[in-house]
């Protein structure tokens, strides 16, 4: 078992047993200090209560947000100096150049993708983006992530839990590709009617 297992399974083990709370502080963690995704209690819970499952997507989108309110805050008062500490230099420089690419939309972006979202939490609070423009990102980019695997595992349970596990990723990616998409050519037709 590596490394990444044990830490998924402990997290199951401390978490899963005090429910949404659990799924909360997960969540609130995950978006600014903690590894784990929340994604891995979520599905845990919606699948031993369907029923709960859009209840279990807003607690913890409401956690990530907050969470990553918590991050911005971290990256607005401690800077570049303590971010060094949290990532590496080559985390930091992608997240830069992803903020002067795309603004807040990059916060979307990392908030639906499996881009790990902290790092763009605190980027934002050390580049100073709008905390609105930021909550906004994050609401939609991180609601949009939980509800669609609630409402995925209300209708096909295990089937759904099996499909995830295997296409998260590329399903994640694909949509932030149509987002970027949608950004270059909303831009290009911005400039086109200037011109």
Same mark, same amino acid.
């Given at each position: 078992m590596g490394i990444v297992d044990e830490l998924l399974r402990w997290t199951r083990e401390v978490f899963m047993p005090i429910g949404d709370a659990g799924l909360f502080i997960l969540a609130f963690l995950e978006s600014s200090v903690f590894p784990v995704p929340p994604d891995v209690l979520l599905i845990a819970l919606a699948l031993a209560n369907p029923a709960l499952a859009l209840y279990y997507a807003t607690i913890a989108?409401?956690?990530?947000v907050l969470g990553g309110v918590a991050g911005y805050y971290i990256g607005l008062k401690g800077g /570049?100096? *303590?971010?060094?500490r949290i990532f590496s230099e080559r985390m930091l420089a @992608?997240?830069? $150049?992803?903020f002067k690419e795309y603004g807040v939309w990059a916060v979307l972006i990392a908030a639906f993708s499996p881009i790990p979202y902290k790092v763009f939490t605190i980027a934002s609070g050390i580049f100073r983006l709008s905390l609105?423009? !930021?909550i906004i990102a994050s =609401?939609?980019?991180?609601?949009? @992530?939980?509800y669609a695997e609630a409402v995925l595992i209300m209708?096909?349970? $295990?089937?759904?839990?099996? !499909?995830?596990? $295997?296409?998260? $990723? =590329? *399903?994640?990616?694909a949509v932030a590709v149509a987002i970027i998409a949608y950004i270059v050519? /909303? /831009? @290009?037709?911005t400039k086109a009617r200037r011109v």
């Open positions: 989108t409401v956690g990530s /570049r100096r *303590v971010a060094k @992608r997240a830069d $150049e992803y609105k423009g !930021f =609401i939609i980019g991180r609601g949009a @992530r939980f209708l096909w349970g $295990e089937q759904m839990l099996a !499909f995830i596990d $295997e296409n998260l $990723e =590329i *399903v994640s990616l050519l /909303r /831009r @290009r037709l």
